[in-house]
């Protein structure tokens, strides 16, 4: 089967404009059939982003819950799968939002999220992005893997796109710790936007 006979997968699979009706009407078995087509897609998004598959799974239910209840915002200016993939990563951000200021209630002045103390050269690049602080990892991937633009993650975040970029750089840099990368070597290279996913090992290194 030649590439552009492949049906579509994850975000990209097309819905139905009839399914589409029913599940704005509020059909149960509508919704159903939606949540089935796209539930390993925005799963897999969560569990990159969030810290443990507890907590992705949880907010797995909530962003379709989101979507559901939001769904007559969704005008068709792209794909169904795409609009439901900024309603779950808004959903992820705001979880580690939250989760960054209840750590600071009981530690304002320390780093939240420390990365841990790990034998640089002993680590792949997989553990290492398990390893960065959440939010930096969360930007990076909707940046580089979701290819969402600095200014779209900004406006997910309600931030300018300079913290955007400023929690990319953040990430890159950890990387380069990390790695043992020095200043002025080659980086991890960018995943390009589309490319398959790296394997659920990469998050996996940490625990709920």
């Given at each position: 089967m030649?590439?552009?006979s492949?049906p579509?997968?994850g975000?990209?699979?097309?819905?139905?404009?009839?399914?589409?009706?029913?599940?704005?009407a509020?059909?149960?078995?509508?919704q159903?059939?939606?949540?089935?087509?796209y539930e390993?897609?925005?799963?897999?998004l969560l569990?990159?982003?969030v810290?443990?598959?507890?907590n992705?799974?949880?907010?797995?239910q909530?962003s379709?819950?989101?979507?559901?209840?939001?769904?007559?915002?969704?005008?068709?200016?792209a794909?169904f799968g795409?609009w439901?993939?900024?309603?779950?990563?808004?959903?992820?951000?705001?979880?580690l939002r939250?989760?960054?200021?209840?750590l600071?209630?009981?530690?304002?002045?320390?780093?939240?999220?420390?990365v841990p103390?790990?034998?640089v050269h002993?680590?792949?690049?997989?553990?290492?992005?398990?390893?960065?602080p959440a939010?930096?990892?969360a930007?990076?991937?909707l940046?580089h893997v979701?290819g969402?633009?600095?200014?779209e993650?900004?406006?997910l975040n309600?931030?300018t796109e300079?913290?955007?970029k400023?929690?990319?750089a953040?990430?890159h840099q950890?990387?380069r710790?990390?790695?043992?990368?020095?200043?002025g070597?080659?980086?991890?290279r960018?995943?390009?936007?589309?490319?398959?996913?790296?394997p659920m090992?990469?998050?996996?290194?940490t625990?709920?």
């Open positions: 030649d590439k552009e492949r579509a997968t975000f990209a699979q097309p819905l139905e404009p009839e399914l589409l009706v029913r599940a704005r509020g059909e149960r078995a509508a159903g059939l939606i949540y089935r087509r390993q897609a925005v799963y897999n569990r990159r982003m810290d443990c598959a507890d992705a799974a949880d907010l797995m909530d379709f819950l989101d979507a559901f209840a939001r769904i007559h915002q969704y005008r068709g200016d794909p795409y439901l993939r900024a309603v779950a990563a808004s959903r992820a951000l705001m979880h939250g989760r960054r200021r209840f600071e209630l009981f530690a304002p002045d320390a780093e939240v999220d420390e103390s790990f034998d002993q680590l792949d690049l997989e553990r290492a992005l398990a390893a960065l939010l930096p990892r930007v990076l991937w940046y979701e969402y633009t600095h200014g993650i900004a406006h309600g931030k300079s913290f955007s400023s929690q990319l953040r990430a950890k990387l710790e990390l790695l043992g990368v020095k200043d070597a080659a980086g991890p960018p995943a390009a936007s589309g490319s398959a996913a790296p090992a990469l998050a996996a290194v625990e709920c």
